[in-house]
């Protein structure tokens, strides 16, 4: 904690399975009570909360999350609210301050440390990966995959999208989350799509053979 200013209350969301990274977008679909009264609340000041994974086996929140800002609201019928909002600075729970009706927390903001190196072939080695995989999905599938033509180049940024987007590994999502070093983050992304790359590739190599035997 390096100054009062990096430390304030925040109205907590805790979700299950799910890890919202900065600058990445989270659509909801607001229908409890005790939220829709948060959203209302949040709504007449700055429009932020925090947004931390559950965790079903210790049944508690993770302690390390991210903020996240409504930047869009459509009000339905009996009070419920459909929001988007937009990931922003990450924080770590130092206390809880509120339990009911529903969770407010005193939170400290977290970045990732000054890299040591130059991480941009880091950055790019991964983006290439990245590439490598959606073709060879695409060559399993049969079906092409249209990669958004923003995906970051700025190797924090991309160490975030590139979480943010695997799928059914929330667990490990949150150990990226919680990392507060990007080369650190980048190499363990590059391990996973290293792996994922490779079972691609057999499973390509399988595919070819068993239609060359057919044929």
Known sequence: MTSSIAVRELPLFPLPDLVLFPGRPLPLHIFEFRYRMMMN???ESDRRFGVLMWDPVKGQPAPVGCCAEIVQFQRLQDDRMKILTLGQQRFRVLEYTREKPYRVGLVEWIEDHPPAIDLRPLAKEVNQLLHDVVRLTEKLSGQEIDLPEDIPELPTEL???????LHNVPDEQQALLELQ?????????????TSTRNHLAARTVLKDTLKDVAE
Do not use: F
């Open 41 to 43: 609340t949040i709504l």
């Open 159 to 165: 160490s975030y999208w590139i979480a943010s987007n």
């Open 181 to 193: 070093d990007t080369e650190a983050r980048l190499e363990r992304e590059s391990e996973i799509l």
